[in-house]
């Protein structure tokens, strides 16, 4: 079972994303924040700064939509070539039918659910997915700490997904750091995102080792 540390470029430096995505080499793959302002009060960027990313990127990106009206969105996210596109069931109209054309356009598909929605909103449609975001903080903000109620929908996710044989990754974001990544790895999530933890380190690389190496022991520990 493989662990993936995803940093959130939300706590980079916006006019020089191009240098920070070399200090943050060895992650698995680059989490880009999309907020439009309405689905959650914040706004970072859109399409055509994705697109820009991708173009220059050496990892892959791990794009999370915050933005209303996904279904017509989430799609065109795809047809840029990024590795995938995850939003949000709060969003979405057809969710299994944006899953479809995300597939279509050549990403992996990702359903996230913000910290007051149900697992049951989402079980029955997982098959559709490549993976599940369970939100850990309210989005919109990086820097926010852990909402411990959300995670027995972790450990839920994982008895489902483990039960059901679903080829799907469990992804986590919002206040994950050193100190508790050990632990929500061991309620079975492996995708983890993390912002401030990455980028306020003084060696980020160093940091993204260490998260994995936490995130490996807290899985390995519950999942032999
Ligand atoms: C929050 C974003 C996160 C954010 C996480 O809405 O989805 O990806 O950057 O930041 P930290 O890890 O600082 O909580
Ligand atoms: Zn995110």
Do not use: C, Y
Not at 3 to 32: G, M, W, Y
Not at 106 to 129: C, Q, Y
């Amino acid at each position: 079972m493989s662990i993936r540390v995803n940093p959130s470029i939300l706590s980079a430096d916006f006019v020089n994303f191009q240098k920070d995505f070399e200090t943050i080499s060895h992650a698995d793959a680059i989490h880009v924040d999309v907020m439009d302002n309405h689905f959650v009060p914040n706004l970072t960027f859109g399409l055509p700064m994705v697109q820009r990313m991708q173009q220059i990127s050496q990892l892959p990106l791990d794009v999370h939509l915050m933005i209303e009206n996904s279904d017509l969105h989430a799609p065109k996210f795809a047809e840029v070539g990024v590795f995938s596109v995850t939003f949000h069931l709060e969003s979405s109209d057809d969710p299994i039918t944006t899953a479809k054309n995300i597939r279509a356009a050549g990403s992996r598909a990702g359903l996230a659910i913000k910290p007051n929605t149900r697992l049951d909103e989402v079980v029955e449609i997982l098959p559709a997915f490549d993976q599940l975001l369970v939100m850990t903080v309210e989005p919109g903000f990086g820097g926010q700490a852990l909402i411990e109620s959300t995670l027995e929908k972790v450990s839920a996710a994982r008895r489902r997904i483990d039960g059901d044989k679903l080829n799907i990754w469990l992804q986590v974001d919002g206040g994950i750091d050193e100190s508790n990544i050990e632990r929500v790895a061991a309620l079975g999530a492996d995708t983890f995102v993390a912002g401030s933890a990455v980028f306020k380190a003084q060696d980020r690389n160093a940091q993204i080792d260490h998260l994995r190496a936490l995130a490996k022991a807290g899985f390995d520990h519950k999942h032999p």
